[in-house]
T-cell receptor
Framework: DTGVSQDPRHKITKRGQNVTFRCDPISEHNRLYWYRQTLGQGPEFLTYFQNEAQLEKSRLLSDRFSAERPKGSFSTLEIQRTEQGDSAMYLC????????????FGAGTRLSVL | DQQVKQNSPSLSVQEGRISILNCDYTNSMFDYFLWYKKYPAEGPTFLISISSIKDKNEDGRFTVFLNKSAKHLSLHIVPSQPGDSAVYFCAAEGTYKYIFGTGTRLKVLA
């Protein structure tokens, strides 16, 4: 499978715990994006990487959210001290830089905070 | 402020007929508009796109129309098939990111 891969697919955690999600983009794609989707809404942009550089993170929902892409390949999204309002689907997408306006999405990680 | 709006949360169409999904936007600076299809438990899948300098793009059964003066785009599916039943999201590309509408659930009845 050469598509965008996300792990885990589902995560159940207790309020106050930290969680980390992983995204493996399509191998030749240098841009990587994180989105959040809640019930009845479209995906909402969170942050964006070009190679290893995080070029936009102002839409990360609070300072409890952070993302990394250390070697310009896979990326992680961490949520610290989770709250019930963090329950959502977290989607990762990748694209091929300046000429690629099409983003390819993974299946997402569904987070449930109890 | 919702920059991309899909005002119809759901649509039912008979198999073989035309499905028309609508989308409105407020920002005239968007460069591209895209339609994505989403099945349950899967991520959104790219369907078709249109540049802001064009008014129509066609790919098989799918056609997207862009009316810049009205800030409106629509997706036409002809003929509709039961496998087209899914949630359809309209998205506008700003600087490096997409802004999505809230989606329209299409149900094609056999």
């Amino acid at each position: 499978d050469t598509g965008v891969s996300q792990d885990p697919r589902h995560k159940i955690t207790k309020r106050g715990q930290n969680v980390t999600f992983r995204c493996d983009p399509i191998s030749e794609h240098n841009r990587l994006y994180w989105y959040r989707q809640t019930l009845g809404q479209g995906p909402e942009f969170l942050t964006y990487f070009q190679n290893e550089a995080q070029l936009e993170k102002s839409r990360l929902l609070s300072d409890r959210f952070s993302a990394e892409r250390p070697k310009g390949s896979f990326s992680t999204l961490e949520i610290q001290r989770t709250e019930q309002g963090d329950s959502a689907m977290y989607l990762c997408a990748s694209s091929l830089g300046l000429t690629g306006h099409i983003q390819y999405f993974g299946a997402g990680t569904r987070l449930s905070v109890l | 402020d919702q920059q991309v709006k899909q005002n119809s949360p759901s649509l039912s169409v008979q198999e073989g007929r035309i499905s028309i999904l609508n989308c409105d936007y407020t920002n005239s600076m968007f460069d591209y508009f895209l339609w994505y299809k989403k099945y349950p438990a899967e991520g959104p899948t790219f369907l078709i796109s249109i540049s802001s300098i064009k008014d129509k793009n066609e790919d098989g059964r799918f056609t997207v129309f862009l009316n810049k003066s009205a800030k409106h785009l629509s997706l036409h599916i002809v003929p509709s098939q039961p496998g087209d039943s899914a949630v359809y999201f309209c998205a506008a590309e700003g600087t490096y990111k997409y802004i999505f509408g809230t989606g329209t659930r299409l149900k094609v009845l056999a």
